[in-house]
């Protein structure tokens, strides 16, 4: 279910910059180098462990090396980086001798939140 665009910065409000509870968005907000980089942490945990029937989704986490996506701020209405955490796990499979399937559910996570919003750049 999508929210609109005041649900939505309600939620910001209300939860430290947890935008959407159920999909595990989390906004950043930074300065870095003395610039503002504001960017979105996507926790794909839960995702990936539903399409792998609970073979990947838990452990450790890591930050994808995967960086080309962006998703909308509502409040400025730029395009942010989506950083995408995934566990350890698929990261290390997908690097591994045979990436095959883990290489899939990752895909499968992508097309997912491409779905809910988030583009490829």
């Not at 910001?12 to 989390?26: E, F």
């Not at 462990?49 to 995967?66: E, H, M, P, R």
């Not at 990261?91 to 001798?97: I, K, R, Y």
Request: charged fraction near 35%; hydrophobic fraction near 30%; charge should be positive.
């Amino acid at each position: 279910m999508e929210q609109s665009k005041t649900e939505k910065k309600v939620l910001i409000n209300m939860s430290d910059d947890h935008i959407y509870d159920d999909i595990n968005l989390t906004k950043r907000k930074t300065i870095t180098n003395g610039k503002k980089y504001n960017f979105y942490i996507y926790k794909m945990l839960s995702l990936e462990k539903k399409l792998s029937n609970g073979k990947f989704g838990k452990g450790d986490t890591v930050i994808s090396q995967i960086k080309n996506y962006r998703l909308q701020d509502d409040e400025s209405e730029e395009m942010l980086e989506v950083k995408l955490k995934c566990s350890k796990k698929i990261d290390d499979s997908m690097n591994g001798f045979n990436p095959g399937n883990s290489k899939k559910i990752f895909d499968e996570c992508l097309n997912d939140l491409e779905k809910r919003g988030m583009v490829k750049v």
